[in-house]
């Protein structure tokens, strides 16, 4: 399993972290190369004090991901990006592949938009989300509550951002998977799917 790289994108809350560890448990070939981590490794190092000085991070950020996943590729090795990935990301995702002659599986994860919203929130609110996120002026080791909170989208912004951003980028062959109920998934399914598309040569 080497020169293959799977793609798990989708929209904020379709639980593609979640969805990344089973795959890394059930190929343990894979390497993880996160972006969140990058992020927010730098919301750490640096920190931010306004909307425009994040986004400024968050450029940085994405070009030390594309760089770090560029050496990843120089070794070969099987590996795993999960990320709300979408059309802008595309292009740079593709001249990678290119580069180093890899396969691309996307998987698309996809559901009911109300679900994907409220999952969302739910997580927001989790005491494991990096504050980084959720803020726009952010100093490691300051009471969050003294900082400025991102507003939180309604259902129908939510909509909106996701149609606008355009999740499904194609890249390689793309598996889609409903994760309305993730108590429901078939991950049996999932990876008798990829085994296939790997014993078969098709990546």
Known sequence: MKNILLIVTGCPGSGKTSFSSKLCAHYPALSLVSYDAVKEEFFDRYGFRSAAEKEQLNRWSLQEFYARLDRRMDTGEALLIEYPFCRKHRADLEALLLRHRYAAVTILLTGDMHVLYERGLRRDRSAARHPGH??????????????????????????????????????????????????????????????????????
């Open 134 to 203: 959720l803020l726009n002026a952010y100093r490691p080791g300051a009471a969050p509550e003294a900082a400025a909170p991102v507003p939180s989208m309604s259902y129908e912004q939510f909509v909106s951002f996701c149609k606008e951003k355009d999740y499904d980028i194609r890249l390689g062959h793309t598996l889609s998977v409903d994760v309305t109920s993730i108590q429901a998934l078939d991950y049996g399914q999932i990876f008798s799917q990829l085994d296939r598309l790997l014993a078969d040569g098709s990546l």
